[in-house]
């Protein structure tokens, strides 16, 4: 079946929030416990949500941790983030050539609103799914369900797009197809070890896959 519904991850797959988030975690981590973590520490932390990270270090602070994460991540915002090489022309040219677009991640619907509008993808995106929508975050299958059913589409004709192995596995549990991007912080091997249906070097590699004509 042809694919005609494209569904993608925002944070380290459309737009590049990785320091933002990185410096977060290090300000909310210092502050409650100082100088006990990296750069590199904080990498495992990317993708999930906040909740599920920060439960695991102090269930009767988790709600703290995460607004103090939250009021640095927001103030901080736009002197971060940027979308990545290629990404607002592919998702322009597949929006032009009809297909269904949607937005499916783990983040708060506030500060991805900020960050399509920053870089001026919110114009493209019809349906966004943000973890304030459902139940289960991904890798459950839930939040594809809910784009999908939203678009009108089945899993079948749609494809996930994501930096992270909750994308892919989400994307599988739902039954699309899946694609991982290269330019993922956690290095393209691993993110390959999940047996994505296809690998992106750069976004326009997605073009061909759904049909589409780079330069049309």
């Avoid at 991850?9 to 100082?34: A, K, M, Q, V």
Wanted: hydrophobic share 40%.
């Amino acid at each position: 079946m042809t694919i005609n519904t494209v569904l993608f991850d925002l944070d380290g797959t459309l737009i590049d929030t990785n320091d933002l988030i990185i410096e977060s975690f290090l300000h909310t981590l210092d502050h409650y416990y100082p100088e006990q973590y990296g750069r590199e520490d904080v990498l495992t932390f990317l993708g999930p949500p906040l909740y599920d990270t920060f439960v695991k270090m102090d269930e009767s602070k988790v709600d703290e941790m995460v607004a103090h994460y939250r009021a640095f991540n927001m103030a901080k915002h736009d002197d971060y983030v940027t979308e990545f090489e290629g990404v607002v022309e592919t998702v322009k040219l597949l929006h032009e050539k009809g297909l269904k677009l949607g937005i499916v991640t783990t983040k708060m619907r506030q500060t991805v609103v900020m960050g399509l509008k920053l870089t001026g993808l919110d114009q493209y995106f019809d349906v966004v799914v943000c973890l304030d929508d459902v139940t289960n975050a991904k890798p459950d299958p839930e939040p594809i369900h809910l784009a999908l059913q939203q678009l009108r589409s089945t899993p079948e004709e749609a494809v996930m797009v994501g930096d992270n192995f909750h994308d892919i596995l989400a994307g599988k549990n739902a039954g699309t197809k899946t694609a991982a991007v290269s330019w993922t912080i956690k290095g393209v091997e691993y993110l390959q070890s999940f047996e994505p249906d296809y690998t992106l070097t750069r976004m326009q590699d997605l073009l061909p896959i759904v049909g589409v004509t780079e330069g049309e």
